[in-house]
């Protein structure tokens, strides 16, 4: 190991120096286009405030606001054995769940099956019978010639949907790139337990949940001090605990006003009216050529599923561009084809650790066809950056605004997803923006607001919601609860 020197930084800076004046004109260009400064943060977090409010009222909002009538928060000490599904966008897993004795404790069992993407457009009868078919087979592997109960289900759906009970949800809208025909509209749990009964399955759905209230439930089940989950993935959401006097929508329930309502927030859909988030010509293009043009303004400009489409719409843009040379006789035509990127490849530059950006250039090659010059590369190191920034600062908003809402000063923030755990700085971006918000002391050291890792939302979370569930029917809670019969005997 002798001669090696000090190990590299993760990541450089650069040097802008070889790059001609008409890059660094663009890039320039994209610093103030892509740069969301203090003042700019704090309006769009005051009006956050009031847009998390008038989804809460009865008139409603762009953000749903949506009662997932989990109604306790956990203690660390539930007990039992449940099953999980979570049906995320790219894959369906089955989990096994047993909660111990020991507090916050878990043992998991899991499966992964791959979502096909034909059943992302397909039809419902297809769907529900292959999520009953990858149930099957766990139950069959796991479980094979065994005589049992019924075991209670927590079934992550992360789609937004519409709650009157905790065992009942009507789709509203699909989303992450779904798009099944006889769903929106329709009570999700009436079709999913169709495709069990034909089956005969041991299964007893107990509550339908998202991943974003799971991740919360998870991390409060094993730190006292998590008030909100978040999901900083292909999508981005938040859920926290209301309080039932502040749901002006649910009044005529007549709940306790200090009954605790977790919130399934489903804020990708904050400013759907383009009334404060900072809309580039490339957002614009990004909102107008989606599926659903007008609707997630807010998850179109912070969640993964976008932050490569919109790199490679600037890129595209800048090979087109008659006022500066980039990309010049290479062809772009992978390049051009929607989506062909995602959010790991800005990832990827941005962990490039060499002065050279030779790992940056490799992948252009690999990836896209494309052989870029130094200049081209440090340009597109400068506006992953950007990009990636500018995510993680407007995401903070939305923390800061639940925070600002509920009269947080100090607490715990569970955040899941493969932007908040994979790329590059996000973390820390976030936590400067969050500090520039709430206007902290520079000195004060820890954050008092702390967003860290969380939990499983998606197993864990939905096993934990699903024996608190159990638990308030056996206590005489029954507020949104549709089906109280064939409760799992001997269970929590």
Sequence with gaps: ???????????????????????????SRLEEMFTVEQPKLKEITTHFVDELAKGLSVEGGSIPMNPTWVMTRPTGYETGTFLALDMGGTNLRVCEII???????????QSKYRMPEELKTGKAEELWEYVADCLQQFIEYHHDDEKMDALPLGFTFSYPATQNYIDHGILQRWTKGFDIEGVEGHDVVEQFEAALATRGLPIKLTALINDTTGTLLASAYTDDAMRIGCIFGTGCNAAYVENCGSIPKLADMKLPADMPMAINCEWGAFDNEHKVLPLTPYDIIIDKESPRPGQQAFEKMVAGLYLGEL????????????????????????????YTLDSSFLSLIEEDPFENLSETHDLFIHKLGITAKKPELELCRRLAELIGTRAARLSSCGVAAICKKKNYESCHVGADGSVFNKYPHFKQRGAVALREILDWPKDLKPDPIDIRAAEDGSGVGAAIIAALTIKRIKEGNLAGVRNTKHLPPGKP
């Design 1 to 27: 190991m002798v001669g090696l020197g000090p190990k590299r930084r993760p990541s450089r800076k650069g040097s802008m120096n070889d790059v001609p004046g008409d890059l660094l004109g663009e890039i």
């Design 99 to 109: 909660l111990p004795e020991a507090k916050g404790e878990f043992e998991i069992i």
């Design 311 to 338: 790199f490679r719409l600037v890129l595209v843009d800048l090979h087109h561009n008659k006022e500066c040379i980039f990309f010049h006789g290479q062809d772009i035509s992978k390049l051009e084809k929607a």
